[in-house]
């Protein structure tokens, strides 16, 4: 008789148990995992069994382990069998000896077994919030890191920056460490297979070949695509909140520096910096949806909480990061400036913080579906009433990808997301409501929006400067709401925190921070006409004005 237990089966036939273990017991069959946080499989050789009385194993390569046996502590073995990965449950000591130099010990006899079918190419795929962190190291000392995607025992599939092709044009094999959250690490030889890159992301994804695993390295790569599986359903959309979760990614005991693709990138500033793990969750979260997922509401949750503590630390300085993260798309650079600028907006108004959530959260992923539209449609140039009506659905699409999402409230997703794009005259989308029909949050938010857009790129026009902006929604009250308007340039002022502005002596600068007057006080040089990067100049802070003169014009930037 079968019974399900996590993802594996369990074997209770006192024949098929013996017949199993006899499988394992020969040199390098079996390995033994220790019931403690942080373990991995440990080299055993299992030497016989005592059918419903013992196992006798040696452990002499590991006899390091032998007092935390002898004092009780609970193990598995497992093993791999024709294809299907198969183990004990915990089990005890209850006798060793020294046998020609040997450390043998003597454990319980398994009631019953557990076997997992695998497939040779089997691949854990991690999910969203399963972060493993991969360093590439190629010849002359070549590094690159980037983020494990899924693994197999012959293979992984890595995101990489698409600089890392350099260090794969040559044909040799590179070594992999694979860096899991609990500080476990995995060093393996592989080869480049394939590679997908994705020019709006800078980045590719190549999918590696092993090469030259010994036992150990297999036995290691068996314990983490278990783990990965298992703590990929963990996170699935109907996960089991009763399933206990992989140790592997508990904490971060070895990691005082995050390993992953946007780890050496450079940003001009800390706080961008750290605006960039809000960005990779997007990113990762648009990948999600394109391959048929849901928003992670869990995931949602923690970054929106970790842009509130930003914005709360230091909104002017969370304002100019949002102006750095050219290397991310656009859509998730696009989610990001709306919504920290309507939390700036709302700041010291007497909304409540999981209002304030609610909309910093909304206003994220207000755009993500049009991840879910033909690319060609977010290209051209211009469209056609049938193109504009299949870009509309971007919007249903992403109310029907946030339905898990139970702790967001529905009123703010609908002011929001449904009513973002939306204009007083009922000229806007999806449903053609105006006048009195669009909430407060939904008026302020299209204000938002399109000040944001406008100040970008498009394939039909170039970005415009944060003037002709104003002017734009001013000249137009029967779409924009002029009391919001009005708010939007009291709060930024005419020369925005991430403007690229020119001053009277001809100087470049960067505004980072404004006085209360809504003049410059803090700015940083530049000579370069193109969005905030590493090579920055001179910060000067203070009186601007008298060193570099007046701001005499604006220059847009697409950032």
């Known amino acids: 008789m079968a019974q399900a237990q996590e993802d594996f089966v369990r074997v209770g036939n006192p024949a098929d148990i013996e017949s199993l273990l006899d499988a394992l017991i020969q040199p390098g069959g079996a390995s033994l995992l220790l019931d403690q946080p942080e373990s991995t499989p440990l080299p055993v050789v299992l030497m016989e069994q005592v059918p419903a009385k013992s196992l006798v194993m040696d452990i002499t390569a590991v006899r390091e382990i032998g007092g935390e046996l002898k004092r009780g502590l609970g193990f598995r073995l497992l093993g791999q069998i024709q294809g299907k990965i198969v183990r004990?449950?915990?089990?005890?000591?209850?006798?060793?000896?020294?046998?020609?130099?040997?450390?043998?010990?003597?454990?319980?006899?398994?009631?019953?077994?557990?076997?997992?079918?695998?497939?040779?190419?089997?691949?854990?795929?991690?999910?969203?919030?399963?972060?493993?962190?991969?360093?590439?190291?190629?010849?002359?000392?070549?590094?690159?890191?980037?983020?494990?995607k899924d693994l197999s025992q012959q293979g992984c599939q890595l995101e990489l920056p698409a600089s890392a092709a350099t260090l794969l044009s040559s044909a040799a094999p590179i070594e992999i460490e694979l860096c899991f959250p609990n500080g476990t690490r995995f060093v393996v030889k592989a080869t480049a297979c394939h590679t997908v890159a994705d020019s709006d992301r800078q980045t590719m994804r190549v999918g590696f070949r092993f090469e030259g695993c010994n036992a150990e390295q297999e036995r290691k790569l068996w314990f983490f695509v278990h783990e990965i599986e298992r703590e990929s359903l963990r996170h699935a959309e109907e996960a089991d909140v009763g399933r206990r979760p992989s140790m592997l990614f508990q904490g971060q005991a070895a990691a005082s520096v995050r390993v992953g693709r946007r780890n050496l990138l450079s940003y001009p500033t800390p706080m961008a910096r750290r605006l960039t793990r809000v960005a990779g969750y997007l990113d990762a979260q648009l990948l999600e949806l394109q391959q048929g997922g849901g928003i992670d509401s869990v995931q949602l949750s923690r970054h929106a909480d970790m842009l509130l503590m930003l914005a709360d630390e230091d909104m002017e300085a969370l304002l100019f990061a949002t102006r750095c993260l050219g290397r991310e798309p656009l859509l998730v650079r696009h989610g990001l400036a709306v919504a920290v600028h309507i939390v700036a907006l709302v700041n010291g108004s007497t909304l409540a913080r999981d209002v304030r959530k609610a909309l910093a959260s909304s206003a994220m992923v207000h755009d993500l579906g049009k991840g879910l539209v033909s690319c060609d449609l977010l290209s051209a140039a211009s469209l056609d009433a049938g193109g504009y009506a299949q870009l509309?659905?971007?919007?249903?699409?992403?109310?029907?990808?946030?339905?898990?999402?139970?702790w967001l409230s529905a009123g703010v997703v609908k002011a929001v997301v449904e009513g973002i794009n939306e204009r007083l005259d009922g000229s806007g989308y999806p449903a053609g409501h105006g006048g009195d029909r669009l909430q407060e949050l939904s008026r302020m938010s299209a204000v938002v929006d399109v000040v944001d857009a406008m100040r970008r790129d498009r394939p039909d026009r170039p970005a415009w400067r944060i003037d002709a902006v104003y002017r734009h929604l001013l000249s137009h009250p029967s779409q924009f709401d002029p009391r919001w308007v009005k708010r939007y340039i009291q709060c930024f002022g005419l020369r925005p925190i991430g403007s690229l502005v020119r001053f009277a002596n001809g100087d470049m600068a960067w505004i980072q921070r404004l006085d209360q007057q809504g003049k410059p006080f803090q700015v940083q040089l530049t000579d370069a006409l193109e969005p905030p990067g590493e090579a920055l100049g001179e910060v000067l802070r203070g009186n601007v004005i008298a060193r570099l003169g007046e701001p005499i014009e604006e220059i847009p930037i697409s950032t």
């Open 392 to 406: 509309q659905m971007h919007v249903p699409l992403l109310m029907r990808a946030l339905a898990g999402c139970q």
């Open 88 to 148: 004990t449950p915990l089990l005890k000591t209850v006798d060793s000896e020294i046998v020609d130099g040997r450390v043998v010990f003597h454990c319980e006899y398994p009631l019953y077994l557990e076997e997992m079918q695998r497939r040779e190419a089997f691949r854990a795929r991690l999910r969203l919030g399963m972060e493993v962190g991969a360093i590439l190291r190629g010849e002359a000392g070549a590094t690159v890191q980037g983020d494990l």
